[in-house]
């Protein structure tokens, strides 16, 4: 009851204007109760929205040294990275950790110590004291395993190898840490020691699920494909001429990746231009860059037709959505929003952690400044239920930095309406375009169809790129050739343009398969 009166007295003063009273307030309550948790949270917060991060910190340690599993606390401290003197901060919680860690471990309490010191190596992981007290225990390779890992979704490859490495110098029978390292190698595209790390992954542990191996959903699709009676063919870590090659060999009409430039990509395969018609699609909302490319599938919405964003293929638009959504049957009910219990509002994150900029930390600090006591996941850091999700957070301009606060503060605002909106959501996304695999097919088919027709008459976008790449440069916009115009599966044909050139190469190309035309119908 405290804590509601004293928040309430915050509120009234904040409202107010009377900042200074209102911390007041909440020194009067550690007047009656020194080891008053929340009034310690509660101060941080107010100085965090005065932008008196120093203080903050301060009083979130406070809160965190007089309740240790006070997550909140924990919380608003990574929110400080928006602040000028984060490092100085992480240092002094790694210092702070450290400290509480022996203090717990000297009273007995040896694994709740070692978790401080855990901790402590997230906010320093340079840390030596930390690290000292942490080798005590046998799973510090762990440790060090998990920091690899933070570190792989931070797109920080040597630091994450270093940490890897170090795990497997601390104990050579760690299975899961030779398979992290292989995916590292991988990644960095050296196959021979990616197979190498894997095969130590698979000597220690033979029943390792990750080392290398296809996923569940890989190898259903591939059961699927088999049974209907068509062809698949394993690529992984093999070379990208000879992936074009075997396309070439197997006369492919119009050949599909699906990465663009996300990991273990096969652009330099399509970069050869092993096959006549090429299109790039739902891996990555954006252009390739590659001019071998004639066709990026997208919708009105990703790419409204008004876009002033550059690329080099031609976008073609979907009716509906570019992708489609089959929801899992193992899906769970729908629960409660977890705001009607907790008593507070938590944002989460579904992001790559590398995606999560300062710009984006600085828009998130704001909405959560703006909502006292509300709490931020993000899904790489921990596995928790989220109440309210933004996605695509990688980049913002001004206005809509501005419009995602308004949104996110007034769904914050009016529980009720969260949890009705809640309830009714996964109703309304199964009704949807979204999850229509039927209607979704039939645009992608008839997409197909359109472009191969444009191919029969010799309208070969990245053809055509190419003839201009190889005349003079003009004096006007060399970026002009990226913005050409985008094209609906409905829109008319255009004119037919000569075949002259198969991708950088030049290699003279097949002519087009007239009699695959003939054969597809119409």
Not at 68 to 75: K, L, Q
Not at 223 to 231: C, M
Not at 274 to 297: E, F, H, M, S
Request: glycine share 6%; aromatic share 10%; charged share 20%.
């Amino acid at each position: 009851m405290l804590s509601h009166c004293f928040n309430g007295y915050w509120y009234q003063h904040k409202a107010a204007g009377n900042t200074q009273e209102g911390i007041q307030k909440y020194f009067e309550a550690l007047k009656i109760d020194p080891h008053y948790a929340p009034a310690y949270y509660n101060l941080g917060v107010v100085y965090s929205e005065i932008m008196q991060y120093d203080m903050a910190l301060t009083f979130y340690e406070k809160a965190a040294s007089e309740r240790p599993m006070y997550a909140e606390a924990y919380c608003n401290m990574g929110v400080l990275a928006v602040s000028p003197n984060f490092e100085i901060a992480k240092n002094n919680m790694a210092i702070a950790l450290t400290d509480l860690g022996t203090k717990v471990k000297l009273e007995g309490d040896i694994n709740r110590g070692v978790a401080f010191y855990k901790k402590a190596l997230y906010y320093n992981w340079h840390y030596a004291d930390a690290i000292l007290l942490c080798q005590s225990k046998p799973n510090f390779s762990q440790s060090l395993n998990n920091l690899g890992v933070v570190y792989t979704v931070q797109g920080k490859m040597d630091a994450a190898a270093s940490m890897i490495e170090k795990a497997i110098i601390a104990n050579p029978t760690y299975a899961e840490a030779y398979n992290n390292l292989g995916v590292l190698y991988r990644d960095a595209g050296d196959i021979a020691l990616a197979i190498n790390a894997y095969e130590q992954c698979l000597k220690i542990d033979p029943d390792s699920r990750n080392a290398g191996q296809a996923d569940a959903k890989t190898i259903r699709f591939r059961e699927k494909v088999l049974k209907k009676g068509g062809i698949w063919k394993d690529i992984y870590g093999t070379d990208e001429k000879k992936v074009a090659d075997m396309v070439r060999e197997d006369q492919v009409d119009i050949l599909v990746e699906l990465t663009g430039h996300t990991a273990n990509n096969k652009l330099g395969m399509m970069a050869c231009r092993p096959a006549p018609v090429q299109v790039t699609w739902i891996g990555y909302p954006n252009t390739t860059g590659l001019p071998t490319i004639d066709y990026r599938i997208t919708d009105s919405l990703a790419d409204p037709p008004e876009t002033k964003q550059k690329h080099v293929e031609e976008l073609v638009r979907l009716p509906d959505c570019f992708l489609c959504y089959t929801p899992s049957p193992e899906a769970g009910p729908v629960c409660q929003t977890p705001a009607l219990s907790n008593g507070f509002i938590t944002f989460g994150s579904f992001n790559n952690l590398a995606k999560i900029t300062p710009k984006v930390l600085k828009v998130w600090a704001r909405i959560l400044c703006s909502i006292p006591n509300s709490r931020l996941v993000n899904s790489m850091i921990q596995n928790s239920e989220l109440s309210t999700s933004f996605h695509w957070s990688g980049t913002f301009d001004c206005q809509k930095k501005d419009e995602y606060v308004k949104l996110a503060l007034k769904l914050a605002s009016d529980i009720s309406a969260l949890q009705n909106l809640r309830m009714s959501l996964r109703e309304l996304m199964s009704k949807s375009p979204l999850c229509d695999g039927a209607k979704f097919i039939l645009g992608l088919e008839s997409t197909y169809r359109h472009i191969w027709r444009r191919y029969c008459k010799g309208d070969v976008p990245s053809l055509k790129r190419m003839e201009l790449l190889q005349q003079p440069v003009s004096n006007g916009d060399p970026s002009s050739t990226n913005s050409e115009p985008t094209r609906v599966i409905n829109s008319s044909e255009g004119s037919p343009g000569s075949v002259k050139a198969n991708g950088f190469n030049l290699m003279q190309p097949s002519k087009p398969n007239i009699h695959g035309c003939e054969e597809n119908g119409h």
